[in-house]
């Protein structure tokens, strides 16, 4: 609850339909007024309600542990897309996300040959939007790329943009970065590693994993669900135009 005020800078960027799943924390005793009370989460979403299917998860005890892949599910199971993108609510889309997604999973559905690997099974591809970082709030300092173009002068003059956690880390090295600047074509992610972790467009069906509620607070909660992906046969495909950047 306390990142809903993240929604306003984050939701106009995206046109479409939204599954949102939000904790309260419990108080520290049953007497004690709510953390956040029922008004304050009304009148945060009061502006919402029309574009977003909304589950509010109330903690059971004080202290406890952020149960984030319940959180992840109790949303995914809302989503009334046929494709969804998991995303958090500091991760800005970038402009057009969903035509520029729409328009490569329907060339996947036609021509599905790439690189000699034949995709038949739509249900079992992820495609990767690569993650970068503000350093500071894009919205203030006008440096918000409404464009790869943009994007990538961006991040070559180093100015304010980074990929996120890193150009050297494990969680999303494995995109390749430096061949995603230069395509204007989906690729397929080659060089797996176990800890990659990218954000991803799934197709919503029946068989669709979903995360594993043991893992609570922080730590390897998304990333188990990558790799169960991984084991469940799915196929890493990036996509050339659309990317998340995180938000300070």
């Not at 440096?143 to 961006?154: D, G, I, R």
Request: hydrophobic share 35%.
């Amino acid at each position: 609850a306390d990142r809903l005020y993240m929604l306003k800078d984050v939701l106009p960027y995206w046109d479409g339909p939204v599954s949102i799943a939000i904790y309260i924390p419990a108080s520290e005793s049953p007497s004690d007024k709510p953390i956040y009370d029922d008004e304050y989460i009304i009148h945060k979403l009061k502006n919402l309600a029309q574009r977003c299917e909304m589950t509010i998860l109330y903690g059971t005890f004080y202290m406890e542990k952020y149960p984030i892949n319940t959180l992840r599910n109790h949303a995914i199971r809302r989503v009334q897309s046929e494709y969804l993108l998991l995303s958090d609510s500091n991760l800005l889309p970038s402009f057009n996300f969903q035509r520029h997604a729409k328009t490569e999973i329907n060339l996947l559905k036609f021509v599905v040959d790439l690189d000699d690997h034949t995709y038949t099974d739509m249900d079992r591809i992820a495609f990767v939007a690569p993650a970068f970082e503000y350093l500071k709030t894009p919205f203030k300092s006008k440096n918000l790329a409404k464009s790869k173009v943009e994007l990538k002068k961006l991040y070559k003059t180093k100015s304010d943009i980074r990929i996120y956690n890193g150009a050297g880390s494990d969680k999303h090295k494995a995109t390749d970065y430096e061949f995603w600047f230069e395509t204007s074509h989906s690729y397929e992610v080659t060089d797996y590693q176990i800890k990659y972790e990218p954000y991803v467009v799934l197709r919503k069906h029946s068989q669709l994993p979903l995360y594993d509620e043991r893992f609570v607070g922080y730590g390897m909660n998304k990333v188990s669900y990558l790799m169960e992906l991984k084991a469940a046969g799915y196929t890493f495909i990036v996509l050339p135009n659309c990317w998340v950047s995180h938000i300070p």
